[in-house]
């Protein structure tokens, strides 16, 4: 038996280019907001021990510079992820039922959280850091 052959309407088209901007950027917002929040939870948490006009600065002590590289790591973790979590909804979106599609779709959204989750665990990793050193 032959099958009809499935076609898409203008519709279906418009809502899919619809849903991948809408992905595109509510990955764009939700990458921003966990870096400006893991960003100022860090600064808040380093406020009593390095001012925030000695950061901007040439560091003075081991603890500046660490913090200083931590922030920086923070920073392109959570832009890598929010990259992998657009990348993998977009996937998501344009899998089209496909189950071989769905499942890479499936992997990129997992390794964005897993970025996200090493993102937010850069400051106890720096803090263990800072007591192997003794700094």
Known sequence: MI???????SQTHSLKIFL??????????????????IAHAAAYA??????????AAVPS?????????????VGLLVALATLFLTVGG??????????????AAKKTLRYAALGYGIAVLAP????????IVGA
């Open 20 to 37: 991948v901007v809408l992905v595109v950027l509510g990955g764009l917002v939700v990458g921003t907001l966990l870096e400006y929040a």
């Open 46 to 55: 380093n406020a009593t021990s390095v001012t925030l006009a000695s950061t």
């Open 3 to 9: 099958r009809p052959r499935r076609t898409t309407s």
């Open 90 to 103: 977009v996937r998501y979106i344009l899998a089209g039922g496909d189950p071989g599609e769905v499942e």
């Open 124 to 131: 106890l990793l720096v803090t263990i850091l800072k007591g």
């Open 61 to 73: 002590s081991l603890n500046a510079v660490i913090d200083n590289l931590r922030n920086v790591i």
